[in-house]
């Protein structure tokens, strides 16, 4: 990834231009939108608080879970193919892998962190999925898999995602192991970025999971 790197105008501008662009699609929060068209009123202001798929499908019904789901996930793709689109353009062919890593991490920052929205949003499992299917379908593969049995075993959605976010570097790594990849390294460390970002954002779920207060589902709160 990084071998025929050259830094020069041509990487900042794409650089910059990545991540701006990726951050400020994952800034618009499709469960905050959704919920005001449907009903007025703020998602985070119900349920869990948390401005996401779930916590949509438990308020406002399946129809509005629905757009969320798409909406997020296709954060998470989009972003990654704007990073391959500048780094291809501005970088060259070489640095396509780095353009979407880019993509990934500031579209997911947006989906925590959006400034549309006082810096308050969900906890990023669509958008990281949509960005993953993107840079590596195995690996989508290995957490969805992942995902299913947690949820089927336990109907705890909370812990499923965070059993997904785990499998995120371990997956990435024994796929680049056995592909003899020369960016594990970069790319295990980077996925066990994405999963401790993920992990903080569910530590709420991860107190009430302790103390067996976690909501199941197909409950409503």
């Given at each position: 990834?990084?071998?025929?790197?050259?830094?020069?105008?041509?990487?900042?501008?794409?650089?910059?231009?990545?991540?701006?662009?990726?951050?400020?699609?994952g800034?618009i929060?499709?469960?905050?939108i959704?919920?005001?068209?449907?009903?007025?009123?703020?998602?985070?202001?119900?349920?869990?608080?948390?401005?996401?798929?779930t916590?949509?499908?438990?308020?406002?019904?399946?129809?509005?879970?629905?757009?969320?789901?798409?909406g997020?996930?296709?954060?998470?793709?989009?972003?990654?193919?704007?990073?391959?689109?500048?780094a291809?353009w501005l970088?060259?062919?070489?640095?396509?892998?780095?353009?979407g890593?880019i993509?990934f991490?500031?579209?997911l920052?947006?989906?925590?962190?959006?400034?549309?929205?006082?810096?308050?949003?969900?906890?990023?499992?669509?958008?990281?999925?949509?960005?993953?299917?993107?840079?590596?379908?195995?690996?989508?593969?290995?957490?969805?898999?992942?995902?299913?049995?947690?949820?089927?075993?336990?109907?705890i959605?909370s812990?499923a995602?965070?059993?997904?976010?785990?499998?995120?570097?371990?997956?990435?790594?024994?796929?680049?192991?056995?592909q003899?990849?020369?960016?594990?390294?970069?790319e295990?460390?980077?996925?066990?970025?994405?999963?401790?970002?993920?992990?903080?954002?569910?530590?709420?779920?991860?107190?009430?999971?302790?103390?067996?207060?976690?909501?199941?589902?197909?409950?409503?709160?």
């Amino acid at each position: 990834m990084f071998e025929n790197l050259t830094l020069n105008w041509q990487f900042f501008v794409a650089v910059v231009v990545i991540l701006v662009s990726a951050y400020l699609i994952g800034s618009i929060n499709f469960a905050i939108i959704t919920t005001k068209v449907k009903s007025h009123e703020d998602i985070r202001d119900y349920g869990s608080g948390n401005a996401g798929m779930t916590n949509v499908l438990r308020t406002q019904g399946k129809g509005p879970a629905a757009v969320v789901l798409a909406g997020d996930f296709l954060k998470g793709v989009v972003s990654v193919g704007i990073g391959y689109l500048f780094a291809w353009w501005l970088m060259g062919a070489d640095s396509l892998k780095l353009g979407g890593y880019i993509g990934f991490l500031f579209v997911l920052l947006g989906h925590l962190f959006p400034v549309f929205y006082q810096f308050k949003g969900g906890k990023g499992i669509l958008a990281s999925a949509g960005a993953i299917i993107a840079l590596e379908p195995i690996v989508f593969a290995a957490i969805l898999l992942t995902f299913i049995i947690v949820v089927l075993c336990t109907k705890i959605v909370s812990l499923a995602s965070i059993c997904a976010a785990v499998m995120l570097p371990i997956s990435m790594f024994i796929l680049r192991l056995l592909q003899n990849g020369q960016d594990i390294v970069f790319e295990t460390v980077f996925c066990c970025v994405v999963t401790a970002l993920v992990i903080f954002m569910h530590r709420q779920n991860i107190a009430r999971l302790a103390h067996g207060t976690e909501n199941k589902f197909g409950k409503k709160k």
